[in-house]
């Protein structure tokens, strides 16, 4: 999600420490490091000490989990929501994944390379929309073991999704009507799973609230003077049979160019800006009264 990371691996994926022979031993704990992929400064490594047990049970609960009815998850696999990052033994990190992104009305977790794994640590208090990269190493009685090697890069989520097939739907001399697709987002988990795992609240946290909209008098892309964005609730805007929103963008000057963008919000803020056009968006003309006839 937008603060928390599921990390997985196999036994294979950690060295416990001195000779060959203690690979026998009984593993008591996995230390799990989760860092930044590059220097931040709202970012901050997190390191975890967990029992074996716990790790465990987090798994057992990661392979019982229920994907919600209507959601085919050979189908939509490329949709993630929660971060589940994979460790491999062959010295190299894991192939980079399209984990760490929103896309298109669904968020799903995803098992890169079709792996289910032995372990699997929850990992939370992370920072939204940041890179991050997670290694961990395997403790018994003679001490902690090597680290293991670092697995790909994946993102947090924003705490908002992009707003998507925003368009301009009608022109007039001192308004401006657009439309966008109304995000549905789905969990990726039923809520009992996301209970065992630990995460039902910051799931939650990232239930679409409402959509803002702003508008600028073009000058230069560079040079945009906003005006104070407009915020509507879900509840409140109109909806068409397509499931797209509607909203008139009102009191603007005729003949006059104009830049507009949108952005969904959750309780935790608003998601990136999507701008309705790439070229600026003109006013109609007012036209002008026909002159006095003549006699």
Request: aromatic share 6%; hydrophobic share 40%; glycine share 6%.
């Amino acid at each position: 999600t937008h603060t928390t990371l599921v990390l997985g691996w196999d036994p294979d994926d950690t060295e416990l420490p001195g000779p060959a022979a203690v690979h026998d031993e009984e593993i008591l704990e996995f230390v799990v490091r989760v860092a930044p992929a590059a220097v931040s400064r709202t970012s901050q490594a997190r390191s975890l000490r967990l029992v074996k047990r716990a790790v465990d049970d987090l798994a057992t609960a990661w392979h019982e989990a229920a994907v919600p009815e209507g959601i085919d998850p050979q189908v939509e696999r490329e949709e993630p929501e929660l971060q589940h990052a994979v460790l491999k033994r062959n010295g190299s990190s894991a192939s980079s994944t399209s984990m760490g992104r929103w896309a298109s009305g669904s968020m799903l977790c995803e098992e890169p390379d079709g792996m289910s794994p032995r372990f699997v640590a929850v990992v939370s208090g992370l920072s939204p929309d940041q890179r991050y990269t997670c290694t961990v190493s395997a403790v018994a009685t003679a001490g902690e073991g090597e680290v293991s090697p670092a697995s790909a890069e994946c993102s947090t989520l924003a705490v908002a999704p992009l707003v998507e097939g925003a368009q301009v739907d009608e022109v007039q001399h001192d308004q401006i009507q657009i439309s966008w697709q109304h995000l549905r987002l789905r969990p990726a988990l039923s809520p009992e799973s996301c209970e065992q795992l630990g995460l039902q609240e910051s799931v939650e946290e990232l239930e679409l609230r409402g959509y803002s909209v702003r508008c600028a008098a073009w000058t230069t892309w560079t040079r945009l003077s906003w005006r104070e964005p407009a915020y509507a609730e879900v509840e409140t805007l109109p909806l068409s049979e397509g499931g797209r929103v509607h909203f008139a963008v009102l009191e603007l000057e005729p003949e006059r160019q104009y830049a507009i963008e949108v952005r969904a919000h959750s309780s935790k803020g608003g998601g990136p800006w999507c701008r309705i056009s790439e070229q600026p968006i003109c006013t109609a003309i007012v036209a002008q009264p026909p002159a006095a006839p003549e006699l």
